[in-house]
């Protein structure tokens, strides 16, 4: 399937123009369904008669049905369109311990959940997934499948096709996309989880006038995913925004990335444990992250500043992304975002004290615990819908429309 590269348009040829228009049409129905065909006329700017022939093709093709028939006051009732939720994507979020599986329909509602652990060893994990997707499509044949996506705690290059820069895992480069397609007989995505988020942020929430947002995520490591010009940050091998290994201490911890003091061994999941330890809390095989945060709601002082300095730390990093990409918004992603009230006021003064010019950036938590798998989806969907982007402007679709 053809890419549509929106940002195109004054080079494009009439069928371009087609592929521009179909993709406005399915994202406005995708945003704002169910909407009648004349809504979608007038809020594209399109022809009524393009829009029909255009509604016409994707019914055929079965990404779009009748929606639920509206209520005029007076005159013809319209018939709606919205997105066909018989066509599912199965999506995977790997993390180095587990590994949840989904099925998801178009609009991103999650129809199930399971969890297997992740193996050290890859072609096992690759074998494992395979066959639960497999069990998947076979215990739900009125669906129809558009493909796996997965979200890796590392990064994938576009050019050799493997997992390359996964030192959480401790996997060395793997072909996961291939040894997973050969399997299923589907084609498979790839994306970094922070990327991912980033992806769900756009695709799912709010942030259409959003043109510039960083995502960091918070786990086991540190990720970060940077959305720039209204558009996802790549760069050489896929290797754009890995702030979580800008060493900040060069005399630092050593980092799973075979670096020293880099943010991450201050500012994840495993920080705070270590702060913890060090500060007589606990015995190195202690507590787990989760337990470390119930220990700090029970009032564990030991806890509670080992949590605090793993805030600060995230937020310290934070310097590093407001001064060198500006973004409007950063959204944070991670199981600590459950005690936003006590980390949040920690890295909102942090990101303040950072800005050089101006309002700082908004800092908030993702909206619920998914943005992972959501992303994936969106990664997938991508293949139809056009790129993940900023909302296409005013002038780039009256430039498709003049073809
Ligand atoms: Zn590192």
Redesign the pocket.
């Known amino acids: 399937m053809r890419r549509i590269n929106f940002t195109n348009t004054q080079v494009a040829s009439s069928e371009t123009a087609r592929d521009i228009n179909r993709g406005v049409v399915l994202n406005l129905i995708r945003r704002r369904q169910p909407i009648s065909r004349a809504d979608l006329a007038r809020v594209s700017g399109l022809q009524r008669s393009t829009v029909s022939l255009i509604a016409e093709q994707l019914i055929r093709e079965k990404w779009v049905v009748y929606g639920p028939v509206g209520r005029l006051p007076r005159g013809r009732r319209p018939t709606y369109l919205r997105l066909n939720e018989q066509r599912a994507i199965i999506v995977a979020d790997l993390r180095p311990l587990q590994t949840t599986v989904a099925l998801a329909d178009v609009n991103g509602r999650f129809l199930s959940q399971e969890v297997m652990p992740t193996s050290s060893d890859p072609h096992k994990t690759a074998a494992e997934l395979a066959a639960r997707v497999q069990r998947i499509v076979d215990s739900n044949p009125q669906l129809e499948f558009e493909g796996i996506g997965i979200s890796i705690p590392g990064r994938f290059d576009d050019a050799t096709q493997r997992v390359i820069f996964a030192?959480n895992l401790h996997w060395p480069e793997f072909d996961l996309k291939g040894e997973l397609e050969s399997a299923t007989g589907m084609r498979v995505e790839l994306e970094n989880a922070a990327n991912a988020c980033v992806l769900a942020e756009v695709w799912f929430g709010h942030v259409e006038h959003i043109r510039d947002l960083a995502v960091v995520t918070v786990s086991e490591g540190l990720g970060t995913g940077v959305f720039i010009n209204g558009q996802l940050a790549r760069g050489l091998r896929g290797m754009a925004g890995e702030f979580?290994?800008v060493?900040l201490d060069p005399a630092g911890p050593e980092?799973?990335?075979?670096?020293?003091g880099?943010?991450?061994?201050f500012a994840s999941n495993r920080a705070a444990l270590r702060y913890y330890h060090e500060s007589g809390g606990a015995p190195a095989d202690g507590p787990t992250f989760e337990d470390l945060m119930s220990l700090a709601e029970s009032g564990d002082q030991l806890a509670v500043r080992a949590l605090d300095k793993m805030a600060h730390a995230i937020g310290r990093g934070m310097h590093m992304m407001v001064a060198g990409i500006a973004p409007q918004e950063i959204v944070l992603v991670g199981d600590f975002t459950r005690l936003w009230s006590r980390f949040g006021p920690i890295i909102e003064a942090e990101v303040a004290a950072g800005v050089l010019v101006g309002k700082p950036p908004r800092v908030r938590p993702a909206e619920g615990k998914l943005a992972r798998l959501r992303g994936t989806v969106a990664l997938v969907l991508q293949n139809h819908f056009g790129p993940v982007r900023a909302e296409v402007s005013d002038s780039e679709r009256k430039m498709a429309i003049a073809q």
């Open positions: 030192p979580g290994h060493p980092c799973t990335c075979g670096g020293r880099c943010w991450e061994v």
